[in-house]
């Protein structure tokens, strides 16, 4: 189970945050982020605070999924992209790096045209810093201030969770 | 899989509620929501059908506090249960952190019981999980009904590894929580392990 585990450390959050931050910019996207495909947020820029950011992960992971599934139905190996157009805002959805989902939140000072260009382009910077981050997780477990934690957690910090 | 943000300081767990048709998987999801202060959660969603049945999930975030400085954070996920969407089940337990088996107590619902433990394990299987490794607790629901089987026979049913066991009344809150927090501090007890 460990292996499968998702770490994020602040140098690869701000490595990702840089680049969404120039996608947001160059698209003119209202949000931009940044969703790992089991629906945990991991980064993201813009107005996001117009938003119930935690529902938004959870349900485009869950979008993403029942999409995925019915492109195998139907023998394709993957839906890449996604798309909701409203009536003021859009949606675009993409797989970056195959484990991570790009949401881009787009209105009338934007285009599709414009997100799909510049999407791409921040995919390929988003492919180099998973595999950066691959690299660095199966090289073992990271020396110094990033020690897990963990190992020293006692029964009394769990119970002290649930003293409620 | 457990999602450790060191910049953000934050640990997300994903806990899945599993269990056949209209077993009560919702109603814990309810029960939870409506007991929480509005500060320690988020938006409950519900995919569900016209007639109330789950569609596709429940969704609540809790937030339990810190630990070790890091926010605590896991996500209970429902699953539909009836038998026809297993192809939308098998999507929810990807990257589950630990599973609650809500298993309903009324003598009628015994085989669809069994089968949904089945059924479990084959989806966890197809993930790369191994149900007798993964956090795990199952809750015998519905105990004030008066076709209630007896909890031991449940048990010798039921239960799949000595995992711990809980009566419920999930309307009224009997055993719910202690349900949550029996796999909550399982999955922090692994994580510890790591």
Known sequence: MASMDLVLYEEEIHQLEEVLKRLRHDSNARAVFLIDKNGQQMAADGDVDQFDTTSLASLTAGNVAATDSLAKLIGEREFSVLFHEGERDHIHISIVAKRAILLVIFDERSSLGLVRLRVKRAAAEFDQIFEQMAQKASAGPVEGPHQTPFSEITDDDIDALFSD | MTFINYAAKEINCKIVYYGPGLGGKTTNLQYIYSKTSPDAKGKMISLATETDRTLFFDFLPLDLGTI???????????????????????????????????????????????????????NLKQHGLDLKSLPYALQFNKRDLPNAMPVDELYRVLNYKREPTFEAVAPQGNGVFDTLKSVAKQILVELRKR
């Open chain 2, 68 to 122: 070790r400085g890091f926010t605590t954070r896991f996500h209970l996920y429902t699953v539909p249960g009836q038998v026809f969407y297993d192809a939308s089940r098998k999507l929810i337990l990807k990257g589950a952190d630990g599973v609650i088996f809500v298993a309903d107590s009324q003598e009628e619902r015994m085989e669809s019981n069994i089968e949904s433990i089945r059924n479990l394990e084959t």
